[in-house]
């Protein structure tokens, strides 16, 4: 199984980014799908995730950032619009499959910069 993000970068606060993560090697369709990030110094955090029937977002990126998938072609993306400073971290895909309540699978990680 492999997922590969893909979109980071460096922009501007008030910016957008869109991320993406392409899975292979899994069903795509039978798994739920987050993303999480990871800021230098922090504990890794669930930003968003969606399954078959429903979206979450934590407080921190509500109404900027939206989730979305395409099960026909294995893909998560991440929508992150109104970026600011404290937005910059590492941002990992993941998968866990329906029932079970662990991320099995994750990306490497993608690198999004926000400056000031």
């Known amino acids: 199984v492999q997922l590969v993000e893909s979109g980071g970068g460096l922009v501007q606060a008030g910016g957008s980014l869109r991320l993406s993560c392409e899975a292979s090697g899994l069903t795509f369709s039978t798994y739920s799908m987050a993303w999480f990030r990871q800021a230098l110094g922090k504990e890794r955090e669930r930003i968003a995730h969606?399954?078959?029937?429903?979206?979450y977002y934590a407080d921190s990126v509500k109404g900027r950032f939206t989730i979305s998938r395409d099960n026909a072609k294995n893909a998560v993306y991440l929508q992150m619009n109104s970026l600011k400073p404290e937005d910059t971290a590492v941002y990992f895909c993941?998968?866990?499959?329906?029932?079970?309540?662990?991320?099995?699978?994750w990306g490497q990680g993608t690198q999004v910069t926000v400056s000031s």
């Open positions: 993941a998968a866990r499959l329906r029932g079970v309540t662990r991320y099995e699978y």
């Open positions: 969606i399954s078959w029937s429903s979206t």
